[in-house]
């Protein structure tokens, strides 16, 4: 079974420019979160869906950056306009209710550089 | 405050060392609780979930603390192969899991 998928995998832009970052999840899993790790802040949760809904994005860090989902297997993380601020790995990760320890699936990452 | 606390280290131990790691989180209604590990440059993987009771997997050992709000994880003999950052995670009332900074573990020849 083929895990997450993301990409890209790496992408460097210049400010100002719009970024998007794509996300497969594991078939048949419900659940897809979108997370940003820096050295200074560690893993951060953006928003996660339920079902391709989103059910917080209390985590998105303004309105630069938006997500969506329109089907059990496609979501994208988009910003616009991007800011060197955003420099960071940017994760999709998914699980299922129905897994026995809950456990979530991280997809290998998309390393972005804003010039 | 962050819902999750860790130590970021660095440890570094040598090879054969037992290391033990130690993590705090705010909220007394979180539900599950787990040890990632993330090696350099790659996605965190689940290593083990942490059971009321204390549960062990090989050299590892992870134990919780409900009253103290305080989550361990003990490797014994330690290997090289242990090198690693190991997060904390918490998971909420909701579906969302809180992760720590990471620890930082190198085992040395």
């Known amino acids: 079974d083929a895990g997450v998928i993301q990409s890209p995998r790496h992408e460097v832009t210049e400010m100002g420019q719009e970024v998007t970052l794509r996300c497969k999840p594991i078939?048949?899993?419900?659940?897809l979160f979108w997370y940003r790790q820096t050295m200074m802040r560690g893993l951060e949760l953006l928003i996660y869906?339920?079902?391709?809904?989103?059910?917080?994005d209390s985590g998105m860090p303004e309105d630069r950056f938006s997500a969506k989902m329109p089907n059990a297997s496609f979501s994208t993380l988009k910003i616009q306009p991007s800011e060197p601020r955003d420099s960071a790995v940017y994760f999709c990760?998914?699980?299922?209710?129905?897994?026995?320890?809950?456990?979530?699936?991280f997809g290998p990452g998309t390393r972005l550089t804003v010039l | 405050r962050k819902e999750v606390e860790q130590d970021p280290g660095p440890f570094n131990v040598p090879e054969g060392a037992t290391v033990a790691f130690n993590c705090t989180y705010s909220?007394?209604?979180?539900?599950?609780f787990f040890w990632y590990r993330q090696d350099c440059r790659k996605e965190p993987k689940l290593l083990m979930s942490v059971y009321s009771s204390g549960n062990e997997d090989g050299r590892f050992t992870a134990q919780l603390n409900r009253a103290s709000q305080y989550i361990s994880l003990l490797i014994r003999d330690s290997k090289l192969s242990d090198s690693a950052t190991y997060l904390c995670v918490v998971k909420g009332a909701g579906n969302q899991f809180y992760f720590g900074t990471g620890t930082s573990l190198t085992v040395i020849p």
């Open positions: 078939s048949g899993h419900d659940y």
């Open positions: 909220n007394s209604a979180s539900q599950s």
């Open positions: 990760a998914s699980s299922s209710i129905r897994g026995l320890r809950n456990e979530q699936f």
């Open positions: 869906f339920n079902n391709n809904v989103p059910i917080d």
